[in-house]
C-alpha cells in the first residue's frame, strides 16, 4: 500500500474498511465498568511512519509508510464514537476524543480541513465529508454516502449507540469506560524514519512477513516513492493512478492463480516490455530492477505510459466483453482469447498497441491473425499451452525492432521456426485429419464450441484473414445454443437398421459437422423432432433460422440428414475454421527429431559465432540486477575478455563475477542490446538442429 500522510497527507487510505467489527474496545469496555482498577488492552498492529518535510511553523506532518488500514478504521472508530456522545450531551468526552482527530484551531490554515489523517486518493472526498459531518450525521444525506468510507463510519456509529443505551441506567459509565479505552486501550507500535531513510526497504519486509500484497499494492507503493524522491506532487500523480476501480480491482484466475486484474495487467505490460515471461510472484521486483536498469524514464514518464496503455487494455476488454459490439481485429483477439481463457497473448497486444508504436492498424491486424492462428489451431488439437508464454514473450523480444514493413514476416518467421511439440504451429493436414473424426462436442466446452461455431458463421458470411466482408456485420456474440443437428436423443425419432448403423451414427452425433448455432426459441421447439416433415426440424430451420451456415444444410438435406452429410459438412467447417486462423503458404507445421545434432546440451558459444549469431567482438552484459556493472568481450572460439584477463568461456567469467560459484552462463549473459545467449542457443537448436 502507499503512504498516507498525518495532517496534510498525500496518499491513500483502505483497501476495505466496511467488514471490520468494534467488539475488541466495547469488550474492554465493558471489563472497565466490572474492574476499573485493571488494565486490559488490545494490540492493534505495527505502522511505519516517515518525517515530512518540516515547515516553519505548524504540527509536524509524517507520511504513513505502512498500517493506513488500521489508522483509517481507528480515525473512523473515534470520530463515530464522538459523534455518539454528541448525539447524548456528552460533549466533554466527545472533546476528548475529536482531540485525537481533529487539530486545534491555531494549527489549521486557509485551506486545511483540520483533519489529523488525510488522504489524497479517491478516498479523500469521502472521509474528509463524513468526518467534517456534524452530528447527527444523515448519511443518505451525504454526497459520498455509498462509499465504504461513509458506511464503515455508520456502521460503527449506529452500533456503539446501541451499546451505549443498552442499559439506560449505565449510559455514562459505558461513555466513560469507552473514551478511557480507546484513549488508554489501544496499543500500536509506531516505526519512526527519518526523511532520508530507505521506506520502500522497510515496506517491502513488513509486508514480506504478513498477508501478502497483490504486485499492484506493492508497485504502487514503490511508484509514489519513487515520484516522491523525483519530486513530483504526488496528489495530483494519483489522479492519473488508475487501478483503483472495480474494473481493475476485479479478482481473475490464470489457471489455478488467482490475482487482481491490475496485477495480471501491471505484470503482462512488463512483459511486453522485457520481453521475458516473468512470474506472477516475481512482478515487483523485476518491475523494481526494470525501472532502474533498463529503463532511461522517470517515474512520472513511466507513469504516463502505463496509464495510457491501462486506458487501452481496459477500453479493449469492456468492447469486447459487449456482445453486439462491432469488433476491430484486436477487440475480437480479446474475446477470443477470453473465451479460451488464454492471457499469454495479452504482452503482444499491449507491445503493438503501445503509444509508442508505429505500426499501422492492418499491420497489427496481421500481427494478431498470426499469433490467434498459432493459438487457435494448437487449441483444436488440444496440445499443451504450459510452454506458450514464454515464447510469446520471447517473440516480442525476438521481432520488437522490426519496422512496419517487416514485422509480421518477422513474426511468421518467428512461429513456423517453431519446431517442438510443446511449442509448434499445426498445419492444415494436421488440423483436418484431427477434426475429421473428433467428438467436437465432448472435446470442448460450450463457450469454446460457440466461438468456434460463431466464427463458422462469420466466414459463411465473408470473413476470412483476408479481410471485411462484404455484409459488413460479423454474429452478435449472443450465448447462442449449440444444437445437434442429429439429435442425442436421436432414437425417438431417427430409426436405423441394425447394431452396426445405431454404432456408426452415435460416432457421427458429436462430430463438427452436425453441431450448429441457432437462437434460444426455436432450439427449443426443434431441438429433438424429426428431420423431414411440417413440424420436422429442416421445415422449422427454413422458416426461421437466421444463419447463414444454416442454408446448405436446409438446401442440401431435402431427402435427409445422414452421417453422410455430417461427413461432408464437417470438412466444410474444417475448411472455415481453417481460412478463418491460416498459416503461411507452404507452412507444414512438423516437428523435428529430438536427437538433432544441436541441441541445449551439445550447443557450445563457439557454435553460436560458427553460425553468425553472434560476431567476435559482441559486448555481453549480465543480467542479474546483482552485478549491473558487468560486462565483458567474446572473442573467437568462444572465449571471453573480462576486466582485462582472458577466460576459456563466458561461464568462466561469469564463475568470477560471482565469486568463485557455479551457475548457468547461458542466463547469465546477453548481448548489450540484444538477446541472451541461451535465447540464441534456442535459435541454433531450431534452425540448424
Same mark, same amino acid.
Given at each position: 500500500?502507499?503512504?498516507?500522510?498525518?495532517?496534510?497527507?498525500?496518499?491513500?487510505?483502505?483497501?476495505?474498511?466496511?467488514?471490520?467489527?468494534?467488539?475488541?474496545?466495547?469488550?474492554?469496555?465493558?471489563?472497565?465498568?466490572?474492574?476499573?482498577?485493571?488494565?486490559?488492552?488490545?494490540?492493534?498492529?505495527?505502522?511505519?511512519?516517515?518525517?515530512?518535510?518540516?515547515?516553519?511553523?505548524?504540527?509536524?506532518?509524517?507520511?504513513?509508510?505502512?498500517?493506513?488500514?488500521?489508522?483509517?478504521?481507528?480515525?473512523?472508530?473515534?470520530?463515530?464514537?464522538?459523534?455518539?456522545?454528541?448525539?447524548?450531551?456528552?460533549?466533554?468526552?466527545?472533546?476528548?476524543?475529536?482531540?485525537?482527530?481533529?487539530?486545534?484551531?491555531?494549527?489549521?490554515?486557509?485551506?486545511?480541513?483540520?483533519?489529523?489523517?488525510?488522504?489524497?486518493?479517491?478516498?479523500?472526498?469521502?472521509?474528509?465529508?463524513?468526518?467534517?459531518?456534524?452530528?447527527?450525521?444523515?448519511?443518505?444525506?451525504?454526497?459520498?454516502?455509498?462509499?465504504?468510507?461513509?458506511?464503515?463510519?455508520?456502521?460503527?456509529?449506529?452500533?456503539?449507540?446501541?451499546?451505549?443505551?443498552?442499559?439506560?441506567?449505565?449510559?455514562?459509565?459505558?461513555?466513560?469506560?469507552?473514551?478511557?479505552?480507546?484513549?488508554?486501550?489501544?496499543?500500536?507500535?509506531?516505526?519512526?524514519?527519518?526523511?532520508?531513510?530507505?521506506?520502500?526497504?522497510?515496506?517491502?519486509?513488513?509486508?514480506?512477513?504478513?498477508?501478502?500484497?497483490?504486485?499492484?499494492?506493492?508497485?504502487?507503493?514503490?511508484?509514489?516513492?519513487?515520484?516522491?524522491?523525483?519530486?513530483?506532487?504526488?496528489?495530483?500523480?494519483?489522479?492519473?493512478?488508475?487501478?483503483?476501480?472495480?474494473?481493475?480491482?476485479?479478482?481473475?484466475?490464470?489457471?489455478?492463480?488467482?490475482?487482481?486484474?491490475?496485477?495480471?495487467?501491471?505484470?503482462?505490460?512488463?512483459?511486453?516490455?522485457?520481453?521475458?515471461?516473468?512470474?506472477?510472484?516475481?512482478?515487483?521486483?523485476?518491475?523494481?530492477?526494470?525501472?532502474?536498469?533498463?529503463?532511461?524514464?522517470?517515474?512520472?514518464?513511466?507513469?504516463?505510459?502505463?496509464?495510457?496503455?491501462?486506458?487501452?487494455?481496459?477500453?479493449?476488454?469492456?468492447?469486447?466483453?459487449?456482445?453486439?459490439?462491432?469488433?476491430?481485429?484486436?477487440?475480437?483477439?480479446?474475446?477470443?482469447?477470453?473465451?479460451?481463457?488464454?492471457?499469454?497473448?495479452?504482452?503482444?497486444?499491449?507491445?503493438?498497441?503501445?503509444?509508442?508504436?508505429?505500426?499501422?492498424?492492418?499491420?497489427?491486424?496481421?500481427?494478431?491473425?498470426?499469433?490467434?492462428?498459432?493459438?487457435?489451431?494448437?487449441?483444436?488439437?488440444?496440445?499443451?499451452?504450459?510452454?506458450?508464454?514464454?515464447?510469446?514473450?520471447?517473440?516480442?523480444?525476438?521481432?520488437?525492432?522490426?519496422?512496419?514493413?517487416?514485422?509480421?514476416?518477422?513474426?511468421?518467421?518467428?512461429?513456423?521456426?517453431?519446431?517442438?511439440?510443446?511449442?509448434?504451429?499445426?498445419?492444415?493436414?494436421?488440423?483436418?485429419?484431427?477434426?475429421?473424426?473428433?467428438?467436437?462436442?465432448?472435446?470442448?466446452?460450450?463457450?469454446?464450441?460457440?466461438?468456434?461455431?460463431?466464427?463458422?458463421?462469420?466466414?459463411?458470411?465473408?470473413?476470412?484473414?483476408?479481410?471485411?466482408?462484404?455484409?459488413?456485420?460479423?454474429?452478435?456474440?449472443?450465448?447462442?445454443?449449440?444444437?445437434?443437428?442429429?439429435?442425442?436423443?436421436?432414437?425417438?425419432?431417427?430409426?436405423?437398421?441394425? $447394431? +452396426?448403423? #445405431?454404432?456408426?451414427?452415435? !460416432?457421427?452425433?458429436? &462430430?463438427?459437422?452436425?453441431? =450448429?448455432?441457432?437462437? @434460444?426459441? %426455436?432450439?427449443?421447439?426443434?431441438?429433438?423432432?424429426?428431420?423431414?416433415?411440417?413440424?420436422?426440424?429442416?421445415?422449422?430451420?427454413?422458416?426461421?433460422?437466421?444463419?447463414?451456415?444454416?442454408?446448405?444444410?436446409?438446401?442440401?438435406?431435402?431427402?435427409?440428414?445422414?452421417?453422410?452429410?455430417?461427413?461432408?459438412?464437417?470438412?466444410?467447417?474444417?475448411?472455415?475454421?481453417?481460412?478463418?486462423?491460416?498459416?503461411? $503458404? +507452404?507452412? #507444414?507445421?512438423?516437428?523435428? !527429431?529430438?536427437?538433432? &545434432?544441436?541441441?541445449?546440451? =551439445?550447443?557450445?558459444? @563457439?557454435? %553460436?559465432?560458427?553460425?553468425?549469431?553472434?560476431?567476435?567482438?559482441?559486448?555481453?552484459?549480465?543480467?542479474?540486477?546483482?552485478?549491473?556493472?558487468?560486462?565483458?568481450?567474446?572473442?573467437?572460439?568462444?572465449?571471453?575478455?573480462?576486466?582485462?584477463?582472458?577466460?576459456?568461456?563466458?561461464?568462466?567469467?561469469?564463475?568470477?563475477?560471482?565469486?568463485?560459484?557455479?551457475?548457468?552462463?547461458?542466463?547469465?549473459?546477453?548481448?548489450?542490446?540484444?538477446?541472451?545467449?541461451? !535465447?540464441?542457443?534456442?535459435?541454433?537448436?531450431?534452425?540448424?538442429?
Amino acid at each position: 500500500m502507499s503512504p498516507c500522510r498525518s495532517t496534510s497527507g498525500r496518499t491513500c487510505g483502505p483497501r476495505t474498511t466496511s467488514g471490520l467489527r468494534c467488539g475488541p474496545t466495547s469488550g474492554i469496555s465493558e471489563h472497565r465498568i466490572e474492574a476499573p482498577a485493571s488494565a486490559v488492552s488490545h494490540f492493534l498492529g505495527a505502522v511505519v511512519t516517515q518525517d515530512a518535510a518540516a515547515g516553519p511553523v505548524g504540527v509536524q506532518e509524517f507520511d504513513i509508510v505502512d498500517g493506513q488500514q488500521r489508522l483509517t478504521t481507528l480515525q473512523l472508530v473515534l470520530d463515530a464514537t464522538a459523534a455518539a456522545f454528541e448525539e447524548r450531551g456528552l460533549t466533554s468526552l466527545a472533546g476528548q476524543l475529536a482531540f485525537l482527530t481533529h487539530n486545534g484551531t491555531m494549527f489549521i490554515g486557509a485551506t486545511d480541513s483540520g483533519l489529523k489523517l488525510r488522504h489524497t486518493n479517491r478516498d479523500r472526498a469521502a472521509f474528509d465529508e463524513v468526518m467534517l459531518a456534524d452530528p447527527p450525521i444523515d448519511y443518505r444525506e451525504l454526497e459520498h454516502g455509498d462509499s465504504l468510507i461513509s458506511r464503515a463510519h455508520e456502521y460503527f456509529a449506529s452500533h456503539i449507540g446501541a451499546w451505549l443505551d443498552a442499559v439506560p441506567e449505565q449510559t455514562n459509565a459505558r461513555a466513560d469506560a469507552l473514551a478511557m479505552s480507546l484513549q488508554l486501550s489501544l496499543q500500536l507500535v509506531i516505526i519512526r524514519l527519518t526523511a532520508d531513510e530507505d521506506s520502500q526497504e522497510i515496506f517491502e519486509t513488513l509486508n514480506a512477513r504478513g498477508t501478502p500484497l497483490t504486485a499492484a499494492d506493492l508497485i504502487k507503493n514503490y511508484v509514489f516513492q519513487r515520484l516522491k524522491a523525483e519530486g513530483t506532487n504526488t496528489a495530483e500523480a494519483y489522479a492519473r493512478w488508475p487501478f483503483e476501480t472495480k474494473f481493475w480491482e476485479a479478482e481473475v484466475s490464470v489457471g489455478r492463480f488467482a490475482t487482481t486484474r491490475s496485477a495480471l495487467f501491471l505484470g503482462q505490460w512488463l512483459v511486453s516490455r522485457v520481453g521475458r515471461e516473468i512470474s506472477p510472484r516475481a512482478t515487483f521486483s523485476r518491475f523494481k530492477f526494470f525501472t532502474e536498469h533498463e529503463s532511461n524514464r522517470t517515474m512520472s514518464e513511466l507513469l504516463d505510459l502505463v496509464t495510457a496503455q491501462a486506458k487501452t487494455y481496459q477500453e479493449l476488454t469492456e468492447r469486447a466483453a459487449g456482445s453486439h459490439a462491432d469488433l476491430d481485429r484486436v477487440a475480437l483477439h480479446i474475446y477470443r482469447m477470453s473465451v479460451a481463457q488464454v492471457e499469454m497473448t495479452k504482452p503482444i497486444v499491449l507491445w503493438l498497441t503501445s503509444p509508442e508504436s508505429t505500426y499501422r492498424k492492418e499491420t497489427v491486424a496481421s500481427v494478431i491473425d498470426a499469433v490467434e492462428s498459432w493459438i487457435i489451431r494448437r487449441r483444436l488439437l488440444r496440445l499443451q499451452s504450459s510452454d506458450l508464454g514464454r515464447v510469446a514473450a520471447e517473440m516480442i523480444s525476438a521481432v520488437r525492432s522490426a519496422s512496419d514493413a517487416e514485422v509480421v514476416a518477422k513474426v511468421e518467421q518467428y512461429l513456423t521456426g517453431l519446431v517442438a511439440t510443446s511449442t509448434y504451429w499445426p498445419g492444415d493436414d494436421e488440423v483436418r485429419s484431427m477434426l475429421r473424426t473428433m467428438h467436437f462436442y465432448r472435446r470442448f466446452s460450450q463457450p469454446m464450441q460457440r466461438m468456434l461455431l460463431q466464427a463458422v458463421e462469420d466466414w459463411y458470411r465473408g470473413y476470412t484473414s483476408e479481410g471485411r466482408s462484404k455484409t459488413g456485420i460479423r454474429v452478435h456474440r449472443d450465448k447462442h445454443q449449440v444444437e445437434h443437428l442429429l439429435p442425442r436423443g436421436w432414437r425417438a425419432h431417427w430409426p436405423v437398421a441394425d $447394431a +452396426a448403423a #445405431e454404432a456408426e451414427r452415435d !460416432d457421427h452425433v458429436h &462430430r463438427l459437422g452436425n453441431l =450448429t448455432l441457432l437462437t @434460444a426459441p %426455436l432450439n427449443g421447439s426443434v431441438s429433438n423432432t424429426a428431420w423431414l416433415g411440417d413440424g420436422g426440424k429442416r421445415t422449422a430451420l427454413k422458416r426461421h433460422d437466421v444463419f447463414l451456415m444454416n442454408r446448405p444444410v436446409i438446401d442440401d438435406s431435402a431427402e435427409g440428414w445422414n452421417e453422410a452429410k455430417i461427413a461432408e459438412r464437417t470438412d466444410a467447417m474444417i475448411t472455415a475454421l481453417l481460412e478463418t486462423w491460416p498459416v503461411p $503458404a +507452404a507452412h #507444414e507445421g512438423k516437428t523435428v !527429431d529430438r536427437s538433432s &545434432r544441436f541441441s541445449k546440451a =551439445t550447443t557450445s558459444y @563457439a557454435d %553460436l559465432i560458427s553460425v553468425g549469431l553472434v560476431e567476435v567482438g559482441a559486448v555481453l552484459v549480465c543480467t542479474d540486477e546483482r552485478w549491473p556493472e558487468a560486462r565483458g568481450t567474446l572473442l573467437a572460439g568462444g572465449h571471453m575478455l573480462y576486466d582485462g584477463k582472458t577466460y576459456s568461456s563466458p561461464a568462466a567469467a561469469a564463475r568470477v563475477v560471482r565469486g568463485g560459484r557455479s551457475g548457468n552462463a547461458w542466463y547469465f549473459w546477453r548481448v548489450e542490446g540484444g538477446a541472451w545467449l541461451k !535465447d540464441l542457443r534456442e535459435e541454433l537448436v531450431r534452425r540448424e538442429g
